[in-house]
């Protein structure tokens, strides 16, 4: 990203110029615009203006083509959800399960993937897991794992406590294969990485964390044959094809509307609205760039600083995520350092979580880099 787009974007985060902000894995920062898109839109119903429901749902349906355009998909197959977890709810209560059908995993995947998918063992559903190695699934054991009973084959784009970035592509060709669908927990890649749609049949991504938007909105991105698979579980009256209509038996929308049945978020969706404009104008080619460059950076200076950088040398599995630990320091002392130092971060899996974003200066990775550096050992 040239400079003078680096300070005009670091000028609508005004928390990333008061602390080297590097937790966008955690939570990302919102902008002044977000913040404007919600006091907008509260001040409209305050007023009375959003009462004019029509030009409410109008812009929703421009944020939806907008939210389908950044994956690559459709305006049709777009559901806005509170989160990934109810995103990913929607194929869990969704398909007819069975006895004896199963759902293939990694092992180690965030809670928000793994949790609602053991619920099924109550429905005769089996649980597989494929391991972990170095931080990264192991695909080949994985696909040793699907057969004709697997009905998902579900994985993070890019793992939470490692940063490696799995081949969706292949994962695509294993689970279709079968005739399975895969379900992709997108939250730690959208918004930083430039991730598309084809060859994926459910999407889910919360908004809170690389996308830059407000807590408590989200989106998931349903392939046709998703759609037609899917049964919505909670049917409510924006779930319908006119619901203005009133009628007494539903009437069911065609497209990813059957899956929103109640009043939606609307301020939620204004602030998606901003965060996501604002990665168009940008360009998510020029934000993945801008990311993986600040990762790549990052992880030379801890290296020079004595630090040990936990990471794949294959440039395709790196995302934004950068885990690092310093031999004989205590992980969490080395955090609290960091914190002390002015460096936002999390702790995670094998030592340090960075994760810098778009709106990060080389001052940021100088500043982490350093006050790692000179951490007390214990």
């Given at each position: 990203?040239r400079?003078?787009?680096l300070d005009?974007?670091?000028?609508?985060?005004?928390g990333?110029?008061?602390?080297?902000?590097?937790d966008?894995a955690?939570?990302g920062?919102v902008?002044t615009?977000v913040?404007?898109?919600?006091v907008?839109?509260?001040?409209?119903?305050q007023?009375?203006g959003i009462?004019?429901a029509?030009?409410w749902?109008d812009?929703q349906?421009?944020?939806?083509?907008a939210?389908?355009?950044?994956?690559g998909?459709?305006?049709?197959?777009?559901?806005?959800t509170?989160n990934?977890?109810?995103?990913?709810?929607?194929?869990a209560?969704g398909?007819p399960w069975g006895?004896g059908?199963?759902?293939v995993?990694p092992?180690q995947?965030?809670?928000s993937?793994s949790?609602?998918?053991?619920?099924?063992?109550?429905?005769g559903v089996?649980?597989?897991?494929?391991?972990?190695?170095g931080?990264a699934?192991?695909l080949?054991?994985?696909?040793?794992?699907v057969d004709?009973?697997t009905?998902?084959?579900t994985i993070s784009a890019?793992?939470?406590s490692?940063g490696?970035?799995?081949d969706?592509a292949r994962?695509?060709?294993i689970?279709?294969g079968r005739?399975?669908l895969?379900?992709?927990?997108?939250?730690?890649a959208?918004?930083?990485l430039a991730v598309?749609v084809e060859?994926i049949?459910?999407?889910?991504?919360s908004?809170?964390?690389w996308?830059?938007g407000?807590?408590?909105?989200?989106?998931?991105?349903?392939s046709?044959?998703?759609?037609?698979?899917?049964?919505?579980?909670t049917?409510?009256?924006l779930a319908?094809?006119d619901?203005?209509?009133f009628?007494v038996?539903?009437e069911l929308?065609?497209?990813?509307?059957?899956f929103?049945?109640?009043?939606?978020?609307?301020?939620g969706?204004?602030?998606?609205?901003a965060?996501?404009?604002?990665l168009h104008?940008l360009?998510?080619?020029?934000?993945?760039e801008?990311?993986?460059a600040?990762?790549a950076?990052?992880?030379?200076?801890l290296?020079t600083?004595?630090l040990?950088?936990h990471?794949?040398?294959d440039?395709?599995?790196?995302?934004?995520?950068?885990v690092?630990g310093?031999p004989?320091?205590d992980?969490?002392?080395?955090?609290r350092?960091l914190?002390?130092?002015g460096?936002?971060?999390?702790l995670?899996?094998a030592?340090?979580?960075f994760a810098?974003?778009?709106?990060?200066?080389d001052?940021?990775?100088e500043?982490?880099?350093?006050?790692?550096?000179?951490a007390?050992?214990?």
């Open positions: 990203m400079p003078e787009v005009s974007v670091r000028r609508l985060y005004p990333a110029c008061s602390t080297a902000y590097l966008s955690a939570v920062l902008s615009r913040r404007a898109a919600v907008d839109l509260l001040t409209g119903h007023d009375g009462a004019a029509p030009a749902r812009h349906e421009v944020v939806r083509a939210v389908a355009d950044l994956v998909g459709r305006p049709d197959g777009i559901s806005f509170q990934t977890t109810t995103g990913l709810a929607l194929v209560n398909l006895p059908d199963n759902v995993l092992a995947e965030f809670p993937n949790y609602l998918w053991r619920g099924l063992r109550a429905l089996e649980v597989r897991e494929a391991p972990v190695r931080g699934a192991d080949d054991a994985l696909a040793g794992l004709d009973r009905r998902v084959v890019v793992q939470y490692s490696h970035r799995h969706l994962l695509s060709q689970a279709r005739d399975a895969l379900v992709v927990d997108g939250t730690q959208v918004g930083a598309d060859g049949d459910v999407l889910a991504v908004a809170h964390k996308l830059l407000p807590f408590g909105i989200g989106f998931v991105h349903l046709e044959r998703a759609r037609d698979r899917l049964r919505p579980t049917v409510g009256w319908v094809a619901p203005f209509a009628t038996e539903p929308a065609t497209d990813g509307r059957r929103e049945s109640g009043t939606e978020n609307a301020a969706i204004a602030g998606l609205g965060t996501v404009g604002l104008e360009g998510r080619d020029v934000v993945q801008t990311v993986l600040n990762a950076r990052l992880v030379e200076l290296a600083a004595g040990e950088v990471r794949a040398a440039p395709a599995t790196h995302s934004g995520i950068v690092a310093r004989g320091t992980p969490a002392v080395l955090h350092a914190l002390d130092g460096v936002r971060c999390s995670r899996g030592g340090i979580r810098p974003h778009y709106f990060t200066s001052a940021d990775l500043l982490a880099a350093d006050v790692a550096g000179r007390p050992a214990q």
